[in-house]
């Protein structure tokens, strides 16, 4: 599989979605908002085959494209502004679950705790070769769960999401590794004895963060589900959601 090139889209694509507005003085999340209320909440999931609404936007464009609008945006009942879209936590989700793990060393043990970071593991984005496709595959899986999260992806939303995978260059085993998971049991204890590290469980943590919107009830009882899954205390999912909050 070629899960570590996705992953690397969709955080070029999380990127663009958080800081493209910015460059050319758009603010994209006040429009999507704007545009949220003009249309009565969310998209509707499928309104045209571009998987926006019926009314002639492109959601799925104005989200930062592809897989990471439909990922985060595409599906029914959810707010398109504020805190749905989280893009700077998925662009820097391993140097995000870093900072989350080093504030609360400092917090509890001052400099000293910088002394244990080698057992943490590495951030996704300093892997290489097998260690990070594995730790990418985790990371796409947890997105994709969290994603499902309240049930509101249709079949519809599932092959717009494969399609959109395909098209960042997914090879077959991963294709067919997507379209698995869109339809695989949520399991938080299965997807938590994945997590290959310490980091590796609060990157897993942070990214889910990233596609929820904590406000929403199933999803936020999946966080919870998940964070004791991957024995994250407290005080560090509250600086992880923190972190993402902050990211924007």
């Known amino acids: ?27 994209v999340k006040g429009m999507l908002s ?18 926006g609404s019926s009314s002639g936007f492109d959601m799925k464009s104005l989200l930062g494209g592809g897989a990471m609008g439909l990922l985060v945006g595409s599906k029914r009942g959810r707010s398109m502004g504020g805190k749905a879209l989280k893009y700077g936590a998925i662009a820097g989700v391993g140097m995000l679950a870093w900072k989350a793990w080093q504030s609360s060393q400092a917090a509890k043990e001052g400099a000293a705790g910088s002394a244990q970071s080698a057992a943490e593991g590495e951030r996704v984005e300093v892997l290489s070769g097998e260690y990070q496709e594995r730790r990418s595959l985790e990371l796409l899986q947890a997105m994709i ?7 509101h992806i249709d079949e519809q939303e599932q092959a717009l999401i494969t399609e959109q995978i395909d098209a960042l260059g997914a090879d077959q085993e991963m294709h067919n590794w997507v379209a698995q998971q869109l339809n695989a049991p949520l399991d938080a204890q299965a997807l938590a004895r994945e997590a290959d590290s310490p980091q590796a469980a609060r990157e897993m943590y942070l990214i889910s963060v990233a596609v ?9 009882a999946w966080l919870d589900q998940l964070a004791s899954a991957l024995n994250l205390p407290k005080e560090m999912t509250d600086e992880l959601e923190r972190q993402a909050q902050q990211a924007g």
């Open 212 to 220: 929820t919107d904590d406000q929403n009830p199933m999803e936020r």
């Open 1 to 27: 599989m070629n899960a570590s090139k996705i992953l690397q889209q969709l955080m070029q694509q999380a990127s663009g979605g958080q800081q493209g507005g910015k460059s050319s003085g758009v603010d």
């Open 34 to 51: 704007g545009l949220s209320k003009q249309l009565g909440g969310g998209t509707q999931g499928g309104g045209n085959k571009g998987g």
């Open 145 to 151: 769960m969290a994603a499902r999260a309240d049930g």
